[in-house]
């Protein structure tokens, strides 16, 4: 709905997809390719302005996703647990192999809820699941000021002969923190090494 009768209008739009491919809909709607994958987005917002700044920090409501068989570009979260694990072993003297450099995170399953106020959208139940990984988090993406920060934890569960091998069935079990933040069209990922050789 647009209310257009006051000097400041209003819009509100509630709405669910079922089955979209949220990266053509990401793309179009916010010039953003970071995501791929397929399945469920609701919206509940509000918001009210004359630009569209405005109306991004004036963003509030709800909205929620559930994706299947897609990933998170920009990273590869399990080959850079290797290549960490890979900078450990040199330490100690071992021998390693050269990590897969392929900048994407596949999953299985990604899932999240997201309360917005002000134009920040709140999640604390980020899942990402994936043969390999168990991804959760938390933390802030910044609507209004194209930004984000997270805090997610990374554990390796599996592996598969040509995604790993033996460098990462050493690692099963280990949770490692990584770091997400930056600008919503290209954030920074850094794991935290510390608190993987701890």
């Known amino acids: 709905t647009i209310n257009a009768a006051p000097a400041t209008p209003a819009f ?6 079922n089955g979209v491919s949220v990266g053509p809909l990401l793309r179009d709607l916010a010039d953003n390719d970071t995501l791929e994958g397929k399945g469920n987005v609701t919206l509940d917002v509000t918001s009210q302005g004359n630009t569209v700044g405005a109306l991004k ?7 929620g996703l559930k994706l ?3 990933a998170v570009k920009g990273i590869d979260i399990a080959g850079s647990i290797r290549n960490a694990r890979a900078k450990l072993g040199a330490l ?13 995170t596949d999953f299985s399953e990604l899932t999240g809820t997201f309360a917005i106020r002000n134009g920040i959208a709140r999640n604390n139940d980020l899942s990402l699941k994936s043969p390999l990984l168990r991804v959760g988090g938390e933390g ?18 599996g592996t598969s002969k040509g995604q790993g091998g033996r460098e990462l069935d050493d690692l099963k079990g280990i949770t ?14 850094k794991l935290d090494f510390g608190a993987m050789v701890t």
């Open 176 to 189: 490692v923190p990584v770091k997400v933040s930056g600008p919503l069209a290209a954030p920074s990922y």
């Open 68 to 70: 299947a068989d897609g």
């Open 12 to 17: 509100a739009v509630r709405h669910n997809m």
């Open 92 to 104: 100690k003297g071992e021998q390693t192999q050269q990590a897969d450099r392929s900048q994407r």
């Open 57 to 63: 920090k004036a963003l509030n409501g709800t909205a």
């Open 140 to 157: 802030d993406v910044n609507i209004g000021e194209d930004s984000l920060n997270y805090l997610v934890k990374a554990s390796i569960v």
